[in-house]
């Protein structure tokens, strides 16, 4: 019982001192907002494109929302210090770096559905399979959120979390199939959409909204959740030789 109470009371810290701020806050609303209007209003293809991009969207807000916030506050209290004194948790390392990263997986769930309650408002989401959905949005989420993990346990400064950042999200922009399909890339091009988990996080989103998808959902799911174990896992290890002396 005691490492749930000290589980709660990490992500309640984070979710007091980073996520819930106004700035946050609104920065959450905008930039999923921003994100749909462009794609939005930009394919000029009237509202029948809105189920086509409505993917690509989601996965994007979640992805931008996660690895941002993340990657920034976790290098922000290596460098100040205080996240030696959450060391003292009488809790595992393992599920300290859990409870850190909690608050952003909900962050980025929460900047997923902006998207799609607006386009609640535009067009008809009566076929979508919310049932893929729901569990496509939490596994890109946990993926991006220890993505951002990772980012932040491999930099020192707060400036190097963000360039880090962007090495692998403006490639996922163009190569995980959001907006146009792999196979449209060219073909020495399409190996390298696979090394990233967004890939399969947008394939079932794909399926669940206009049903397109390449793989089967659960083999996507399952793929993702395999990144997953491997991102957390050598995060950890990182903290655990560089963090901790």
């Keep these: 019982m005691k490492h749930w109470i000290a589980f709660w009371n990490i992500m309640r810290k984070d979710m007091q001192a980073y996520y819930l701020k106004p700035p946050n806050i609104s920065w959450g609303l905008i930039f999923p907002i921003a ?5 939005f209003i930009r394919s000029g293809s009237g509202l029948d494109s809105i189920l086509t991009l409505l ?6 807000s979640v992805l931008f929302g996660t690895t941002s916030l993340l990657s920034v506050t976790v290098t922000f209290e290596k460098k100040n210090r205080s996240f030696e004194r959450l060391l003292l948790a009488p809790i595992s390392l393992k599920l300290l770096m859990l409870a850190k990263t909690s608050g952003a997986i909900l962050f980025g769930v929460v900047n997923a559905f902006i998207p ?14 919310w049932a893929l959905v729901v569990p496509a949005i939490f596994m890109i989420a946990v993926a991006s ?9 491999s930099v020192s400064e707060v400036f190097e ?5 962007n090495f692998f999200r403006f490639p996922m922009i163009f190569l995980c199939g959001l907006f146009f399909p792999i196979s449209a890339l060219p073909v020495f091009l399409r190996p390298l ?15 669940a909204i206009h049903a397109q998808g390449v793989l089967a959902p659960g083999l996507n799911l399952l793929i993702i959740a395999g ?19």
């Design 35 to 39: 994100w749909t209007g462009m794609f």
């Design 55 to 60: 993917p690509g969207v989601i996965a994007i």
């Design 116 to 129: 799609i309650i607006l386009a609640l408002f535009l067009t008809d989401l009566s076929q979508v399979n």
């Design 145 to 153: 959120t220890f993505l951002g993990l990772f980012i932040a346990v």
């Design 161 to 165: 979390a963000q360039t880090f950042s």
């Design 193 to 207: 959409s696979y090394l990233f988990p967004l890939t399969y996080g947008t394939d079932v989103l794909h399926e």
């Design 227 to 245: 990144f997953c174990v491997v991102l957390f896992y050598v995060s950890v290890r990182n903290v655990q030789k560089t963090w901790i002396v």
